[in-house]
T-cell receptor
């Protein structure tokens, strides 16, 4: 069974608008962590934001926030005030309890237009 | 800043050749990982290592082996390269703590002809 699902293969947004990238996950563990990464066309993976399953508040890092809905098993990334440099591939990933390995979704390509 | 380097950005090899992909991290991280990335499939874990001389199979280990003789270096080996191993290979390292992110190298784009 797929552990991480990103249903949007691609998204378009205009500069300065907000955009939400969807991520749902599947785990039977109570303790887990959720990550979002950005991959520009150059190829490097850049860590954006982390949410622990026991964290009481939704994570935020600058223009990035994570809309964590535990009961629905969703961890959507919200980018406020999109910039041209946000155009990239975005991956959601999960770490189950007891392991250091990450399971990645298939990614969402975000294109920001002027 | 954590730095993870990979020996080559681009590599072209012929079918049947033995291929070595090297990864070095400078932050004394315990954990290191090798992924391959293919369009539409995301990142898939090939092998990982929790410590020197230790290795664990990931989701797609067939056709690959690894070596970790020193803590900072994790090598991926394709014993006999095949065309279906043409891909982007990403190395990552991580400190032992669970909340820590993995830090990725720049990737190696391997083409097997």
């Amino acid at each position: 069974a797929q552990k991480i699902t990103q249903t949007q293969p691609g998204m378009f947004v205009q500069e300065k608008e907000a955009v939400t990238l969807d991520c749902t996950y599947d785990t039977s563990d109570q303790s887990y962590g959720l990550f979002w990464y950005k991959q520009p066309s150059s190829g490097e993976m850049i860590f954006l934001i982390y949410q622990g399953s026991y964290d009481e508040q939704n994570a935020t890092e600058g223009r990035y926030s994570l809309n964590f809905q535990k009961a629905r098993k969703s961890a959507n990334l919200v980018i406020s005030a999109s910039q041209l440099g946000d155009s990239a591939m975005y991956f959601c990933a999960m770490r189950d309890s007891g392991y250091s390995t990450l399971t990645f979704g298939k990614g969402t390509m975000l294109l920001v237009s002027p | 800043d954590v730095k993870v380097t990979q020996s080559s950005r681009y590599l072209v090899k012929r079918t049947g050749e033995k291929v070595f992909l090297e990864c070095v991290q400078d932050m004394d991280h315990e954990n290191m990982f090798w992924y391959r990335q293919d369009p539409g499939l995301g990142l898939r874990l090939i092998y990982f290592s929790y410590d020197v001389k230790m290795k664990e199979k990931g989701d797609i280990p067939e056709g690959y082996s690894v070596s970790r003789e020193k803590k900072e270096r994790f090598s991926l080996i394709l014993e006999s390269a095949s065309t279906n191993q043409t891909s982007m290979y990403l190395c990552a390292s991580q400190a032992g703590r669970r909340r820590e992110t993995q830090y990725f190298g720049p990737g190696t784009r391997l083409l097997v002809l």
